[in-house]
């Protein structure tokens, strides 16, 4: 009942952020996600015109956020708490894939396919926390996610020296050179969250591994602290 409440009275504001194309399939969305997952539906709907937004962010035909919109819908046929997941997800889904945006859906299908063998499994793909939802990202987009290999990286470039080093990706827009970070008792190596610079995934691993080495090495000869 009070959840009720909460929907009637922030309607207005919030359906007026979302563009008018999009208002019912987001209704049917909320409506579907309540069956199974009341406790989803306030918050989703908070952040839905935000969510919209940035998925449609130069899309004037709003085609990207309808698309998401229908994939929610149909993955919350199966799961509702799922269903809010991909859509929260979508926006780093669709930046991952750039100009290949095109293939989102083959993505969402792709998850889809595993609610018949393990919802967990579903769950962990649409929340990019498995290699099986990054693998796939990376087989539609070409190249390595540093996600994917950031655990092999990590007990390598620990392997390399004495201090413990951690693996995280570059901040958004940062460039130039590849530098070891102290933080605490170890150093923290910024690598590119992505990387296509090669025909293929072995290329790219390896320089991967060549930049770790590399940022290992000043760790362990103190040459980052000239």
């Given at each position: ?16 952020q979302t563009p008018e194309l999009l ?175 090669f025909p293929t995934n072995d290329e ?8 770790v080495a590399h940022a290992a090495g ?9």
């Open positions: 009942y009070f959840d009720t409440l909460v929907f009637y009275r922030l309607s207005p504001d919030l359906f007026q208002r019912s399939k987001l209704l049917a969305l909320l409506w579907m996600i309540g069956r199974d997952a009341p406790a989803e539906v306030i918050p989703l709907f908070k952040e839905a015109p935000d969510l919209l937004f940035r998925i449609g962010r130069g899309d004037r035909s709003a085609g990207l956020a309808e698309a998401s919109l229908e994939a929610a819908i149909q993955s919350a046929s199966y799961d509702g708490r799922l269903a809010a997941l991909l859509l929260r997800k979508t926006p780093e889904v669709l930046k991952a894939l750039g100009d290949l945006s095109h293939r989102y859906l083959d993505w969402v299908s792709a998850g889809i396919s595993l609610l018949a063998q393990d919802r967990e499994r579903a769950r962990g793909y649409f929340a990019l926390v498995t290699r099986e939802g990054r693998e796939a990202l990376d087989r539609l987009i070409g190249g390595i996610s540093l996600q994917s290999v950031e655990g092999v990286l990590k007990r390598f470039a620990t392997a390399l020296g004495e201090k413990p080093l951690a693996i995280r990706p570059l901040p958004e827009g940062a460039e130039g050179e590849i530098d070891p970070l102290p933080k605490g008792d170890g150093f923290i190596i910024h690598l590119p969250a992505h990387l296509r610079l790219n691993f390896l320089w991967y591994k060549a930049a000043r760790v362990e000869f103190g040459s980052d602290s000239l």
